[in-house]
C-alpha cells in the first residue's frame, strides 16, 4: 500500500494516548443499546431465570465491548497494529461470550419499546428470512466457518489496509466481528432461551479448530520479514517510536497467539469440566433409579 495512503488519515490520528477524537460506531451504540435495554427489563424478572453472576458477567462483557470500541483504544488502533489485535480480542474472545452468559436475547427484548416488539420484532421472528437464517447461517458449523472467513478475510493486507484507512470498512470491520463472534459464541453458551445443538464433547473439538486457525494466522505476522499493513506511512506514538513498525507487527501476532489461544484453553478447560459435571449427574440418577427399582 503506498504511503500515499497513510498519509490521508494522518490528520485523524492521534499522535499520544488522551490525543483522541470520538466516533460514533454504530456496533458501540449497539452495545450501549443492549445495556440501557437490559437494565430496563431486569427488574421484570426473577433470580430463577438469570442469576447474579449471569447478569455481573453481561455487564462485564458489554463494558469491555464499549471500551474496546471508544478512546484510547480506538484511535490507538488506526496507529499501532498490536492495539488493534488487543480490539480484536476484547470484542470476539472475552466481550461477546461474557455478554451472552447474561442471556441477553431472552431478557432484552423485554426492555425494548413496545413498539418495536409489536411491529419490528415479532414480524420478523415470525418471518420465512428468520426461519431459514436459524437453519443455515446461524447452525454451528456455517457460524464457524463464516467466523474463521471473516477472521482471515480481515487480516488479508488489502482488505486490512481498507479499513485501516476508510472509515466507513473500519466501522464495517467492527461489525462483522461483532456479529460473526456472538453467531459462533450462541452455538458453545446456550444462551436461555437457545440451545445448543452441539454436543459438550464436540464442543471442545469446536474450540480447538478455532484455536489452530488462530496459531496459524499468528504465526504468519510473528514471523513475517516484513510490515504487511500500510502503517509504515503512519507516524507512530512517541512512546513507540523506539520499536518501529516492523515489532508492533510482531507483538501484534504474539498477543494473538498468546493471550487468544490462552482464552481458547480456558474456555476448552470450562466446558470439559461442565461436560464432566453432567456425566456424573447421569450416573448419579441412574444409580438411584436401581436402587428405587430394588
Not at 503506498?2 to 490528520?11: I, M, N, R, S, T
Not at 446461524?138 to 488479508?156: C, D, G, K, M
Not at 467492527?174 to 436461555?192: E, G, K, Q
Request: with cysteine; proline share 7%.
Amino acid at each position: 500500500m503506498p504511503k500515499l495512503y497513510a498519509h490521508e488519515v494522518y490528520d485523524r490520528l492521534p499522535n499520544e494516548i488522551f490525543e483522541v477524537k470520538w466516533d460514533w460506531d454504530p456496533a458501540l451504540i449497539f452495545f450501549l443499546l443492549l445495556m440501557i435495554f437490559y437494565i430496563r427489563a431486569l427488574p421484570k424478572f426473577k433470580r430463577q431465570v438469570v442469576a447474579k453472576w449471569q447478569v455481573g458477567l453481561f455487564f462485564t462483557g458489554v463494558i469491555i465491548n464499549i471500551l474496546a470500541l471508544m478512546p484510547p483504544i480506538d484511535p490507538l488502533a488506526d496507529q499501532l497494529f498490536w492495539v488493534h489485535m488487543v480490539q480484536h480480542l476484547m470484542i470476539t474472545h472475552v466481550g461477546v461470550p461474557f455478554m451472552l452468559f447474561g442471556v441477553p436475547f431472552f431478557i432484552v427484548m423485554r426492555g425494548v419499546p413496545l413498539w418495536f416488539r409489536r411491529y419490528v420484532y415479532f414480524p420478523l421472528l415470525r418471518s420465512r428470512i428468520t426461519w431459514l437464517f436459524e437453519r443455515t447461517i446461524a447452525r454451528p458449523l456455517p457460524s464457524l466457518i463464516l467466523f474463521e472467513v471473516n477472521y482471515w478475510f480481515w487480516h488479508v493486507p488489502r482488505f486490512y489496509n481498507l479499513a485501516l484507512l476508510n472509515d466507513y470498512f473500519h466501522l464495517l470491520e467492527h461489525a462483522c466481528f461483532a456479529i460473526t463472534s456472538m453467531l459462533l459464541w450462541r452455538n458453545l453458551i446456550d444462551p436461555h432461551p437457545m440451545k445448543s445443538p452441539i454436543p459438550l464433547p464436540a464442543r471442545l473439538l469446536y474450540l480447538g479448530f478455532i484455536m489452530a486457525a488462530n496459531i496459524i494466522l499468528s504465526a504468519i505476522l510473528t514471523f513475517a520479514d516484513e510490515v504487511l499493513y500500510a502503517y509504515e506511512g503512519i507516524p507512530l506514538p512517541t512512546w513507540w517510536e523506539r520499536w518501529g513498525h516492523l515489532q508492533d507487527q510482531r507483538v501484534g501476532g504474539l498477543i494473538m497467539w498468546i493471550p487468544g489461544g490462552f482464552i481458547m484453553l480456558i474456555a476448552m478447560t470450562v466446558v470439559f469440566f461442565v461436560w464432566a459435571h453432567r456425566e456424573k449427574q447421569k450416573e448419579e440418577a441412574g444409580y438411584s433409579a436401581q436402587l428405587a427399582e430394588a
